[in-house]
């Protein structure tokens, strides 16, 4: 039987739209959330992301403010439009879009984030609140994917969920987000001996590698859940995920199609972080 389709574009555009009419409210009582969206360099798929991200702000009615830098801005530079951003009352969130390019160091650009506009919940602070099990910023792309599994009552308790991908900004996260959840989780990725078995073990399987077709149809459990968070372009232009879709979709129960499942839901999350870390400067009570 052909799978049910996890429309994360109908998902995301729910969220958003909550979102819109609670930023409504919010603006009523002179609170204006306000995301700054930092962009270095022309990688032709980040000048994409973050268009898609303005948008979102645009139609949810979040102030967005744009940095484009040229790709030979120095570390120092960028140190110092954090530094900026961290002290700007109008700015909630930060988000510095990745991979930066070559020569400039990440990891700590991504550190100096003050850790209450860290909404891409990529720092220490967030991460390690996400470990503790305590209130913090949850990484957009992992807790998107946690909102679809939701949104179509795929209850993780009790259920063996594999994640295939060990990355900090994805696969951790999302195993902690599911172990939350009460499933027994695996964590699975590409030195794993004998991985289609693991695989078929899940009852969600959630893959996030970066390699197309990464997952074939017979790696897939029947009656399992699949959530795809790969975003790949084959030598045609297609924009693909990291299962093998039309082979996948005639074993699960669910899966989640590559455009318009994690992408879009990454982006509401960053609505919806964007949106507390507002609240919370404003010294509201939040759910983050
Ligand atoms: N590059 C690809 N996805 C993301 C994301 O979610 N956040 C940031 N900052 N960069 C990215």
Excluded: W
Aim: proline content about 6%; charged content about 25%; some cysteine.
């Amino acid at each position: 039987m052909a799978a049910e389709l996890i429309d994360g574009k109908k998902v995301a555009a729910d969220i958003k739209a909550g979102l819109k009419t609670e930023i409504d409210g919010l603006k009523a009582q002179g609170i204006n959330p306000g995301l700054a969206v930092v962009l270095v360099g022309e990688d032709p798929a980040s000048k994409k992301y973050v268009a898609n991200k303005q948008k979102a702000c645009e139609a949810t009615g979040i102030t967005s403010f744009s940095h484009k830098l040229p790709a030979t801005v120095s570390q120092q530079e960028l140190i110092t439009l954090v530094d900026e951003l961290n002290n700007d009352p109008r700015v909630h969130g930060i988000l510095v879009q990745l991979p930066l390019p070559e020569g400039l160091d990440a990891k700590e650009i991504m550190n100096r984030i003050s850790p209450q506009k860290d909404v891409d919940g990529f720092g220490p602070d967030a991460l390690g609140k996400l470990m503790l099990d305590e209130p913090g910023f949850i990484s957009c792309t992992p807790h998107g994917a946690m909102k679809m599994l939701e949104a179509y009552n795929i209850d993780p308790k009790g259920k063996h969920a594999v994640v295939v991908g060990r990355s900090v900004i994805v696969g951790k996260p999302l195993a902690m987000l599911l172990l939350r959840k009460h499933a027994t989780v695996t964590i699975a990725h590409s030195r794993t001996p004998d991985l289609k078995d693991v695989c078929l073990k899940a009852d969600i399987l959630c893959v996030a590698v970066g390699k197309a077709k990464m997952i074939t149809g017979d790696m897939v459990k029947e009656g399992a859940a699949v959530v795809d968070i790969g975003i790949n372009v084959t030598p045609e232009g297609k924009l693909v995920g990291d299962v093998d879709f039309p082979a996948a979709k005639e074993r699960a129960a669910y899966i989640t199609p590559v455009p318009g499942g994690a992408g879009p839901m990454t982006i509401a999350m960053l609505m919806y972080n964007t949106v507390q870390a507002a609240k919370m400067a404003a010294g509201m009570k939040v759910e983050v």
